[in-house]
């Protein structure tokens, strides 16, 4: 359980932070840099779901789907900022675990059997809903990257299911961005060269 009393401590003043194993890193450490960005595609959802407030029916559906995964990012979160440790227990640690993913991936099929085919990329933007879905989106992609570049210089230590579930997540805020767009008909599409 998470108990916060004072919200400021100073012990960061010197440029580091606490990992959840208590070791200090620099606060641009590729594992805060990880977990931080997983912080701000929560409170991307955050507006996506203040969006969903005021988006009709499309709205009132994606909404606590949107709430369970701004919780989950919270787990994901906590998985990057706890290496794994050689000899690790099961349980001992929160990680991110395979069904988690398998979860959004059965929203992205549930969801992706209503739109149609794209012949075109998708420009950001449509309702307000969906541009919000878009933003989550992108800086999800970016705490993918940050993740694998942490796995990538610490093997062994990053649990390669928080990476598959940003990967996966990214895609499913793509299909319902397109899903608060009216089903994908009233997605923006990308016009090669129309500004030539």
Not at 1 to 23: E, H, S, W
Not at 52 to 62: D, I, K, P, T, W
Not at 125 to 150: D, F, I, K, M, Q
Request: some cysteine.
């Amino acid at each position: 359980m998470v108990k916060l009393n004072r919200i400021y401590t100073r012990t960061g003043d010197d440029g580091t932070t606490g990992l959840a194993t208590g070791a200090r890193v620099r606060k641009d450490d590729p594992a805060v840099e990880a977990y931080g960005t997983v912080d701000e595609t929560s409170a991307a959802l955050g507006l996506a779901v203040l969006a969903a407030s005021g988006a009709g029916g499309v709205g009132a559906e994606l909404r606590p789907l949107l709430q369970r995964i701004q919780n989950d990012l919270f787990d994901v979160g906590a998985d990057l900022a706890t290496p794994i440790a050689a000899g690790e227990l099961p349980g001992k640690a929160l990680r991110i675990i395979p069904s988690q993913t398998e979860g959004l991936e059965r929203e992205i099929d549930r969801f992706n059997e209503r739109l149609s085919p794209l012949t075109s990329f998708v420009l950001p933007g449509g309702s307000p809903l969906a541009a919000a879905l878009h933003l989550a989106r992108t800086v999800c992609r970016r705490a993918e990257r940050l993740a694998v570049t942490l796995a990538a210089g610490r093997p062994g230590q990053v649990n390669p299911e928080a990476i598959r579930y940003l990967n996966r997540l990214s895609d499913l805020l793509f299909v319902l961005a397109r899903v608060a767009n009216d089903n994908g008909r009233s997605d923006v599409l990308w016009i090669p060269g129309a500004n030539r």
